[in-house]
């Protein structure tokens, strides 16, 4: 599977990175030469194998429903580019 | 369900409406699914926001064990299958309200599979006319902030006070096929939901909310092009939505169009929807399982603990009303429905027997028609609900107790009931107090119906010769004689050995 | 007096702790070194000689004062810049987090403070950790100490825990901390002549440590011996809530569990690593480590991993990914960066914002992973990926059947010049293709100097041990030192 410029700006897109018709032009080879070195993984027989979910073995822990957190408005808002009155600020969203 | 099927009348002949739901109903906890900040509504924005929840770089979830808990519960009150080996999922997308850039839900294992909710379109007998709703799944996710738009002339404002508020989202078939039967789910569902405890079903307050999928097509015909319409927040607007939804496919079909598969917002003014703009284009969710957490896996142990914390649900509660209490079904149909009637029900019925010294059995009937008939009317009338009802269970019984023992007439009852209302008094007191007793003397009963016959005596000649419709007046005068503290089984028995 | 900045961490705690010097000297000493390396070497892209100083202070009080010394009492080390520390700068060398000032402690780094260690400063780093020469950084390139004879080209000090790596080199920093994803702690201590490990996925708590990869990512400490690289990790490790992948296990005693005795050990020498073409010089510290460990009693047995090869290609998957999702935060709406053109919208403003914060190999890296995940893509890739993931952790099950820990290279070349491979990804992912497997099974695997090739340069050898054994690397990690000999360091040009 290759992509094409097409794809590589839908990618872009999609990944919400802004880029030029110049970048998309320059990706386009260099993500199809990795693309094509990845995809010899499809050589490998991966019959009954199940992908692997946990890299070692280890059990999910659940936690004990307290509040134990929030409260922070000041910590959560300190880096915020543009707070407002308690709330981050966003240019205009239509629905 | 009978073939008396709900179809739209088209120009071209009839159509008939499919209709899946996606209930996401927010889970009953302290915390976050995965942060330890508190959910309660109405806080001070960004107040209950952990640096989880704002998604500070290298912030880490830990799932919230009371969450799994309570959909694992509702899985089981569905008769769904628990799947003990789940995961979580990411689900990809940009927008303000999702600070992490990914929602945490479950796509490929959740937590809950089949299952399945019955529900009847005929209150008047719940047994007849059942129809199987299947549920594809239950998982659990997260919820998102919330955006306003209508502080400043050109941002828009987050508040992320309800990101990472458990969620579940409870996926039907698309096995409806009117805005009736999409009504009966949901209220099925929602009284689910409050016995069990899992979700409060506040709709007002969005913790319960559905997006609703309609297609058309002809009767019979494959299924048709869906639409999806996000966050209908009314068991009323879900139904409206799904008309008018249901009338634009046909329109938009019939003129020789076609239905777009999109997802469309429900306007409560207009009773309308419209096309969403923002969610247009065409997403890729790229969902992969959540490199942050481990597979969820759950043991028996656990699951038999939450099934065994269930408590009684509607159809079991109104199957026993009908069968141990001999209640008939409309009226066990009623004391269920919602679980604030049944628990109060329970308690005036345990107040009754004891008070009485009898079995629940045999004073089922008395409690049920007198809650279904005087308590319901009084309160519809004050306006209030059950929950702030001015008596309670026990001075119900209290009431129940005295006409059993003949203190008073089911006449004065309904006159004691209103003097408890206004003034919050018992109903032994009120009895005492306003003199309300019941004559049950045969003496003084006997005297003021001797009194009766001799001054009626042409009444008593024509019930005499025939005319046995004036027993009923007989019995009025007796009454109205004894201010109506007359026993009136008395009356009538001595009224017909006088009559002779 | 000894040049204090020579010492490593047992030599300082142990001073300290004795008396011989104040910790408040050792900072002053490494904050001295830092502040005159800055200019040439740029390993740091905050330096903190203040934070150095008052845990200096504290510790040399609490020592007047009677009370017991943390294990990392009176040192200072390097912090690097992907670990969270409230009130200081953390950047992940990116653009996009410029001026970010936590309000947060990362466990690990909470951890070494409590331990009674100091920080120097944030160090530089591939951006978000992606890169193996520290070229990836938007605070500019680190230099490495290390130079080839009669050249002042500068080389690559390893990435992407290159400041780390060039600072404890250069005598900055006696440690520092790392992250390694597919080889970040040890391809970089090789090529500057350190040791390093990377423990069993899950020992460091990820909570605070700024995301790449998060099934990949695990904390490790970089130091000049396997003794402190001992020491190190016991402040560093343990279970911590927070983090639902930590490990809910003691700490060992790595540092007081040190043998180099190699008696009764089998190691395995993987016969898929032994590449055609392969560094003769790499070759050859390979088979001199071989002899090492035989000298220190061990049997040398050959092993298999059938499925090296594919060790790259699945963490060019897989951690791509992961990152493109772990990266979806910076958005410029909570922190970081924010790009908002006039009349820009929404989404017009993440995709500003992304684009001018990102560097080009984090975009590289998001889009590549933003296709492997697509619609249509996700099986072909990702699952294959996860399968052949599982494959890989599966071979080294089956090796440690037949040895103990595995003897191998930490990179295929001495560290290259700067600029040498900075236009070709693909030839500078090679570089990780001895330490990528270990991490995609999640094994703890250090490296530790063998000696320098003819250009000069050092050259590490890896130990992989088996999950939750980082001792039996130690061990074998100590037994090569002892036995390397290695003593050399970059002469001072700065």
């Known amino acids: 599977m290759s992509v094409d410029t097409a794809t590589v700006a839908k990618i872009a897109s999609l990944a919400r990175i802004k880029v030029s018709d110049a970048e998309v032009a320059a990706m386009v080879p260099e993500l199809n030469g990795i693309l094509a070195w990845v995809e010899q993984l499809g050589e490998v027989d991966v019959t009954g194998v199940e992908p692997m979910t946990a890299v070692i073995p280890n059990q999910l822990r659940l936690r004990d429903d307290a509040v134990t957190d929030g409260g922070i408005r000041d910590a959560v808002l300190a880096n915020a580019p543009a707070p407002e009155h308690g709330f981050f600020g966003v240019p205009k969203v239509i629905e | 369900m009978t073939e008396s099927a709900y179809r739209i009348q088209g120009a071209t002949g009839e159509w008939e409406v499919v209709i899946g739901l996606e209930v996401h109903a927010q889970v009953v906890s302290k915390s976050k699914l995965f942060s330890g900040a508190a959910t309660a509504f109405g806080a001070e924005p960004n107040a209950q926001v952990s640096l989880v929840d704002a998604a500070m770089p290298g912030m880490l979830p830990v799932p919230n064990k009371e969450c799994i808990r309570q959909a694992v519960r509702t899985g089981l009150a569905i008769d769904a299958q628990i799947n003990k080996w789940s995961r979580f999922d990411r689900k990809n997308y940009f927008y303000a309200d999702l600070p992490q850039g990914y929602q945490i839900s479950q796509l490929y294992h959740p937590l809950v599979g089949e299952g399945h909710i019955d529900i009847s379109l005929d209150d008047k007998n719940p047994d007849a006319e059942v129809k199987r709703i299947g549920i594809e799944r239950i998982h659990v996710e997260q919820d998102a902030g919330k955006l306003m738009h209508d502080q400043h002339p050109t941002m828009s404002y987050v508040d992320l006070n309800r990101s990472g508020v458990a969620l579940m989202e409870i996926v039907s078939r698309p096995d409806m096929r009117s805005p009736a039967e999409a009504g009966a789910y949901l209220r099925k569902l929602r009284a689910i939901l409050r016995y069990v405890g899992s979700c409060d079903g506040n709709m007002e307050e969005g913790s319960m909310r559905a997006d609703v999928n309609v297609s058309v097509r002809k009767p019979g015909a494959e299924f048709g092009t869906r639409t999806e319409t996000k966050n209908v927040n009314s068991v009323r607007f879900v139904m409206q939505a799904i008309e008018h939804e249901a009338s634009r496919q046909v329109d938009v079909l019939e003129s020789g169009g076609k239905v777009v598969q999109e997802t469309r917002l429900f306007d409560p003014d207009t009773g309308t929807t419209r096309s969403m703009r923002s969610k247009e284009d065409a997403h890729d969710y790229r969902y992969f399982p959540d490199p942050d957490l481990l597979p969820l896996e759950l043991d028996d142990a656990f699951v038999e603990a939450c099934r065994a914390s269930l408590p009684e649900l509607p159809d079991a509660k109104r199957k026993r009303y009908e069968t141990a209490l001999g209640l008939t079904p409309y009226v066990a149909g009623v004391l269920t429905a919602e679980v604030e009637t049944a628990r109060w029900f329970e308690a005036l019925l345990a107040e009754t027997a004891t008070k009485q010294g009898k079995g629940e059995e045999a004073v089922a009937k008395q409690a049920a028609n007198w809650l279904t008939s005087e308590l319901f009317g009084a309160l519809n009338r004050l306006g209030r609900s059950l929950e702030d009802s001015p008596v309670s269970p026990a001075q119900a019984a209290e009431l129940l107790a005295l006409v059993a023992d003949g203190t008073i007439s089911g006449t004065i009852a309904k006159q004691v009931f209103e003097k408890m209302l206004e003034s919050g008094d018992g109903a032994a007191a009120i009895v005492e107090r306003d003199g309300l007793k019941q004559e049950s003397d045969t003496g003084a009963i006997e005297a003021v119906v001797a009194k009766v016959l001799a001054d009626n005596a042409d009444k008593v000649e024509q019930y005499k010769a025939g005319k046995e419709a004036l027993f009923g007046f007989f019995v009025g005068q007796t009454m109205k004689a004894m201010q109506g503290k007359a026993n009136p089984q008395v009356v009538n028995e001595l009224l017909k050995k006088q009559l002779g | ?494």
């Open chain 3, 1 to 494: 007096m000894t040049d204090l900045t020579d010492l490593g961490i047992a030599d300082i705690r142990n001073g300290v702790a004795a008396g011989t010097f104040t910790a408040v000297e050792v900072a002053e000493a490494f904050n001295a070194a830092v502040a005159a390396a800055q200019p040439a070497l740029n390993a740091f892209i905050v330096t903190t000689p203040d934070a150095a100083l008052d845990a200096a202070r504290r510790v040399d009080a609490a020592r007047a004062a009677g009370q017991a010394l943390g294990k990392m009492a009176g040192v200072p080390i390097g912090m690097k810049d992907l670990f969270a520390t409230k009130g200081v700068q953390t950047t992940a060398a990116s653009k996009i987090l410029a001026g970010f000032t936590p309000e947060y402690e990362s466990t690990v780094s909470q951890n070494l403070w409590n331990a009674g260690a100091g920080m120097l400063g944030k160090l530089n780093l591939d951006q978000f950790a992606m890169g193996s020469s520290n070229e990836t950084s938007a605070f500019g390139n680190v230099i490495s100490p290390w130079r080839r004879p009669n050249d002042t080209a500068p080389l690559a000090p390893g990435g992407s825990s290159g400041g780390s790596s060039a600072a404890i080199a250069a005598r900055l920093c006696p440690a520092a901390t790392g992250t390694d994803t597919g080889g970040s702690i040890r391809q970089p201590a090789a090529f500057t002549g350190i040791a390093g490990i990377k423990p069993t996925y899950g020992r460091c708590s990820r909570w605070g440590v700024v995301a790449f990869a998060s099934s990949l990512d695990q904390a490790g400490p970089m130091a000049r011996s396997v003794q402190d690289c001992a020491i190190m990790l016991e402040a560093m490790a343990g279970f911590d809530p927070k983090d639902s992948t930590s490990l809910d296990l003691p700490v060992p005693e790595w540092e007081a569990g040190l043998n180099p005795s190699m008696a009764g050990k089998r190691v395995g020498i993987p016969r898929e690593y032994r590449l055609d073409g392969m560094d003769p010089d790499v070759a050859k510290s390979w088979d001199d480590g071989i002899a090492w460990l035989k000298d220190a009693g061990a049997e040398i047995v050959e092993v298999s991993l059938p499925h090296t090869k594919y060790a790259l290609p699945t963490y060019y998957i897989i951690a791509p990914a992961e990152a493109s999702s772990n990266l979806a935060r910076y958005d410029g709406v909570r922190y970081g960066l924010r790009d908002l053109p006039d009349g820009a919208g929404l989404q017009d403003m993440y995709a500003a914002t992304r684009a001018a914060g990102f560097g080009p190999e984090v975009k590289r890296r998001i889009m590549i992973g933003t296709y492997v995940l697509s619609a249509g893509f996700y099986d072909a890739y990702y699952t294959q990926a996860q399968k052949v993931r599982a494959l890989i952790a599966r071979d080294f099950e089956l090796a440690f059947q037949h040895c103990d820990v595995i003897l191998a290279p930490t990179a295929p070349t001495a560290a290259f010049a700067l600029g040498e491979k900075s236009d070709d990804p693909l030839a500078m992912y090679l570089n990780d293709v001895f330490s990528v497997p270990a991490s995609l099974a999640g094994l703890p695997a250090m490296s530790v100097p063998a000696g320098l090739d003819r250009q000069g340069l050092p050259l590490g050898l890896q130990v992989i041990g088996q999950a939750f054994d980082e001792q039996g690397v130690l061990n074998a990690g100590l037994a090569l030192e002892q036995r390397a000999g290695f003593t050399a360091k970059p002469a001072k040009w700065w």
